[in-house]
């Protein structure tokens, strides 16, 4: 028998994939998804659990079509709340290996299935029918759209088709688009592109994709691979139909009898038609006439068009709409709210115009300091790598290897040859508090300006050395600090002046040691600490100083302490943070 996979068996038993994940869980066989395989002896289990006589109601997927014996399916322990709602596919991958040939390919074949006659129209988005199965796509192809949205907290995507060309490679945005899907954490279908073309090499790009870790599932992996060609169309069906699949398995859910809520998926202003705004609807339905919120962009509901430029009067979750009546052009990304009060929505909308003022203030101000704590908290520090050549890549990845410790982690969100781009910076936008390491690579403008906007931290090194010892300060601060004391001075109180609106200073002998104006001060008498605290000033006759040594005497007045008496001891304490690395 060649090896079953669980969604060939899920189609067998008639049940979701779901379903079947949940009940193999049951009687302890755990398996991760569509393409986990299935052994001999676990499928004669499976054909077990599905023959014992019903005693159970069915699972609700049944669509009695005779062809199984009935399941007999222990009822599920969560119930799913709405109803399964389309996935939301985003196509990257490296420039010129097809991309915007298969987004038009698949919104071809639709098109002419459903015979609408509309001029189709970018939105952003558009939705296909598969088998009966709604799937929309996201048709602003790049990491760009895809990252910006994510950079702004909204995860719009469920899964990512990365496109490779069957005569190409692996290549650079390839592995970026990798990074990319990763640190949104959506599952990653691959299409090989490009079968048609002479010298188109499946296998050779299969081995690449082995080696960033996507092991296609015929080679024993879990990764999706479906060889295709966007020009001849060939294969396209298996890409959907692998699509419903995975997305099955998401059980991805929506209300639409909620209120929506979508994200902006583009945005600009019409002369004639004023500001536009694509949305995603992620729940809910949205309706015409609706109060809506988007970023500092607010007004209630002109006009809906959907991909087709028809005019609609609702939109359902995960459908795609064009609006018109926004006050202004909404960021790409911000998510849209539905209000019942025209008033608060404009109340709201000016206060968040007034907040992003003040945060570009703010983010202008940030200081590195700021930042690392930033890092801190996020309790990891995430570093972005680019490097000039493979080669001072590989010498900073081993480098920062060493770096790592048990007490803290060190997570590389991406590593690539070549200058720092936008995409760097929106993916290193994405995740709070990391850090954009260059290694004698420049950044171009674009870039420049997007991490100012972002607050992102880009920083430009020309000596690997530094880069270490930079990253080891960064990942000190990470520690929580730990101090260590040590009694540098000992100090005899021999006079007490009292001077109106300054306080007491104290007339002293340094019996030992020395006494330094940044150090602590323990204040004894008779033995006991009567206060400990910080040097307000330290004076040899009239003068300031910084220091006194053994067998000086100096006035010391004490910050926050006047209740000095002759005779009091104090000990001069230097504190100091430990470094653990
Ligand atoms: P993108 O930069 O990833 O969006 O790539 P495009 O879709 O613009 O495609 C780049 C080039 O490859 C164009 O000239 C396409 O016509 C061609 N192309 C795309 N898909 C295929 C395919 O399946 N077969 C062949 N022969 N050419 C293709």
Known sequence: MSKMRIYQIAREMNVSVVKLLEMLKEVGIEKAGNFSTIEAD???????????????PAPAESSGNGRQPQPAAPAPERQPTGVPRPPVVAVLGHVDHGKTTLLDAIRQSQVALKETGGITQSIGAYQVAYQGKAITFIDTPGHRAFTGMRARGAQVTDMVVLVVAADDAVMEQTREAIAHARAAE????????????????????????????????????????????????????????????????????????????????????????????????????LHQREVILAGAAQGRIRALLNDQGQRVNEAPPSSTVQLLGLSQVPPVGAPLEVLSSPARARQIAQQ???????????????????????????????????????????ALESELERLKSEQIKLKLLYSGVGDISESDVILASSAPGSVVIGFRVKSDAGARALAEREGVTVRPYEVIYQ????????????????????????????QIFKIPRVGTIAGCYVRDGVVKRQAEVRLLRAGAELFRGQIASLKRYEEDVRAVEKNKECGIKLRGFDDIREGDQMEIVLVREVQRI
């Open 467 to 494: 880069i270490a010892d930079d990253v080891k300060r960064a990942l000190r601060s990470l520690l929580e600090p730990e101090y260590e004391e040590e009694i540098i001075g000992q100090v005899e109180v021999r």
């Open 42 to 56: 676990e499928y004669e289990v499976i054909r077990e659990l599905f023959a014992q006589p019903a005693n159970q």
């Open 186 to 285: 959506v599952p990653i279908i691959v299409a090989i592109n490009k079968i048609d073309v002479l010298g188109a090499d499946v296998q050779r790009v299969k081995e690449q994709l082995a080696k960033e870790e996507l092991v296609p599932e015929d080679w024993g992996g879990d990764t999706i691979v479906v060889p295709l060609s966007a020009r001849t169309h060939e294969g396209i069906d298996s890409l959907l139909e692998m699509i419903l699949l995975e997305a099955e398995m998401l059980d991805l859910r929506a209300d639409p009898n909620a209120v929506a809520q979508g994200t902006v998926i583009e945005s600009y202003l019409d002369p004639a038609r004023g500001p536009i705004a694509s949305v995603i609807i992620r729940d809910g339905t």
């Open 352 to 394: 968040r115009a007034n907040e992003a003022r003040r945060g570009r203030l703010e983010r202008s101000r940030r200081t590195l300091a700021q930042i690392l704590s930033d890092t801190a908290q996020s309790g990891a520090l995430k570093l972005l790598l680019k490097a000039d050549s493979s080669g001072s890549l590989e």
